[in-house]
């Protein structure tokens, strides 16, 4: 796995919109948050631009991604904000000259598209707030963002969860917002979870919904290959008018029951104020006890 090179003061990240619009108004706490950092910022074109929901044609979005990918001063791309909309740009972009000078990507929920599409490529990616997150974020959610683009180490260490499934195990972690890894099952951009950590989240999802999505992937085959599960958050889930019977947690946990791999229920990430963040793509070690979890970044 390739690590793009760590930020240093001076360096240069780039904000812009893959996907739902956003104006350049709600990014200034996140341009502000930059500057303290000693990092300069550069707004994308796709910023203010409004398409219905989203920020600029499909070709827009890539070309604004495409310019810094290929922009050697640019160091980090930042996505702005999530909804939906990355799957249908993705596949516009020509990721030749990346592959060769890699550099950070982050965001989550719907970045999930290119978390996994760079992670298949060997390059570590950051899952952190989006720009338009950092007014309501919470310290640890932008410390532990700082953390992961300078270079510095990141361990965690999780209260424990009566669903948690103790056990030790290493390896990659993936994964991302679960509705867009199960939309891009059987295409280019999906993740291979072989001997690899799972991290999920999701929200605004009915019960049923998460059920129907976590059986596809265990009638795939997904669980069995995997070394560890890393829950965050599942949150404003919605139910029908007959009761699905059960919450998202006991979901997860009825369906990854039989396999004998550590499970970690309630990480602080995903569609929270508390979204710390995560490196796609870096070796991890994960100790599930009765006292916690811990979690380290090697």
Same mark, same amino acid.
């Given at each position: 796995?390739?690590?793009?090179?760590?930020?240093?003061?001076?360096?240069?990240?780039?904000?812009?919109?893959?996907?739902?619009?956003?104006?350049?108004?709600?990014?200034?706490?996140?341009?502000?948050?930059?500057?303290?950092?000693?990092?300069?910022?550069?707004?994308?074109?796709?910023?203010?631009?409004?398409?219905?929901?989203?920020?600029?044609?499909?070709?827009?979005?890539?070309?604004?991604?495409?310019?810094?990918?290929?922009?050697?001063?640019?160091?980090?791309?930042?996505?702005?904000?999530?909804? #939906?909309?990355?799957? &249908? @740009?993705?596949?516009? $972009?020509?990721?030749?000259?990346?592959? =060769?000078?890699? /550099?950070?990507? +982050?965001?989550?929920?719907?970045?999930?598209?290119?978390?996994?599409?760079?992670?298949?490529?060997?390059?570590?990616?950051?899952?952190?707030?989006?720009?338009?997150?950092?007014?309501?974020?919470?310290?640890?959610?932008?410390?532990?963002?700082?953390?992961?683009?300078?270079?510095?180490?990141?361990?965690?260490?999780?209260?424990?969860?009566?669903?948690?499934?103790?056990?030790?195990?290493?390896?990659?972690?993936?994964?991302?917002?679960?509705?867009?890894?199960?939309?891009?099952?059987?295409?280019?951009?999906?993740?291979?979870?072989?001997?690899?950590?799972?991290?999920?989240?999701?929200?605004?999802?009915?019960? #049923?919904?998460?059920? &129907? @999505?976590?059986?596809? $992937?265990?009638?795939?085959?997904?669980? =069995?290959?995997? /070394?560890?599960? +890393?829950?965050?958050?599942?949150?404003?889930?919605?139910?029908?008018?007959?009761?699905?019977?059960?919450?998202?947690?006991?979901?997860?946990?009825?369906?990854?029951?039989?396999?004998?791999?550590?499970?970690?229920?309630?990480?602080?990430?995903?569609?929270?104020?508390?979204?710390?963040?995560?490196?796609?793509?870096?070796?991890?070690?994960?100790?599930?006890?009765?006292?916690?979890?811990?979690?380290?970044?090697?």
């Amino acid at each position: 796995m390739k690590i793009p090179p760590y930020l240093t003061k001076g360096d240069t990240v780039g904000i812009l919109a893959t996907a739902r619009k956003i104006d350049h108004e709600p990014l200034e706490p996140a341009i502000a948050l930059l500057k303290s950092w000693g990092l300069n910022v550069v707004i994308g074109k796709t910023i203010g631009l409004d398409n219905n929901q989203l920020a600029g044609a499909d070709w827009q979005r890539a070309t604004d991604f495409q310019q810094m990918m290929d922009n050697p001063a640019i160091k980090a791309i930042w996505c702005a904000k999530g909804g #939906y909309g990355t799957v &249908r @740009m993705v596949d516009r $972009l020509d990721f030749t000259n990346f592959k =060769k000078h890699p /550099k950070w990507f +982050i965001g989550f929920s719907d970045a999930t598209v290119l978390h996994s599409h760079i992670n298949n490529m060997d390059i570590a990616t950051i899952h952190g707030i989006m720009a338009a997150s950092v007014a309501h974020a919470t310290d640890a959610a932008k410390q532990t963002l700082h953390k992961a683009l300078f270079g510095e180490k990141i361990i965690y260490d999780i209260p424990p969860h009566t669903f948690n499934k103790m056990g030790k195990s290493s390896g990659e972690l993936v994964g991302g917002n679960l509705s867009v890894l199960f939309s891009i099952v059987g295409s280019e951009s999906e993740i291979d979870y072989k001997g690899k950590i799972l991290f999920i989240e999701d929200l605004d999802e009915y019960l #049923y919904h998460i059920d &129907r @999505m976590l059986m596809n $992937l265990e009638r795939n085959g997904y669980f =069995k290959d995997i /070394k560890g599960i +890393i829950i965050g958050g599942f949150t404003k889930m919605r139910d029908n008018d007959i009761p699905w019977g059960h919450n998202a947690l006991e979901i997860i946990q009825d369906i990854s029951k039989e396999y004998n791999i550590p499970i970690c229920f309630n990480f602080p990430a995903g569609h929270i104020q508390d979204n710390r963040a995560l490196v796609f793509g870096k070796e991890i070690i994960m100790e599930v006890t009765a006292t916690g979890t811990k979690i380290t970044f090697k």
